[in-house]
């Protein structure tokens, strides 16, 4: 059967991507709060910059200019969070796109978690 997905090509892709993944994030009992209890995420100023971090990461734009790792040092989270959020992440690219750069964004996706994850939580060695 010929592979009806495309593969993420445009940043009016990187939007779809991003969108349905946090709408995911935002239906999530593990996640939603995390993002919206605890850190009350401002949604209107936070999605650009996603955009702006994926489009950056799979089509080489150079928008995003932040340190990630900062904002999340303070967040309650630890590997079954992790673990969610890449669940989701992969979900939501296998539901829409199919593609080499469709694998790159769930790869990216997974090292940043564990390099997270393992700065986060040194003592757990998850990632060993
Ligand atoms: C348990 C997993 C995660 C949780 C709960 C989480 C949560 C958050 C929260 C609450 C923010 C701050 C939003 C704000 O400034 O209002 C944030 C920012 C961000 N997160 Fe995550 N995150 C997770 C994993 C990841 C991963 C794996 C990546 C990368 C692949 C990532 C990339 C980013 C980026 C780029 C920002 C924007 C930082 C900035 O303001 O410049 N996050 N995240």
Sequence with gaps: MPESRPDIQ?????????????????????????FNGFAHVDWPAHLPKMYDFWSGLLLHTSRYQGRPFLKHIPLPIAGEHFERWLALFFLTVDQLFAGPVAETAKLRARSIAQVFEARLNPSRLSIL
């Design 10 to 34: 445009t940043e009016a892709d990187v939007k779809t991507l991003v969108d349905a993944f946090y709408d995911k994030v935002n239906a999530d009992p593990l996640l939603a709060p995390v």
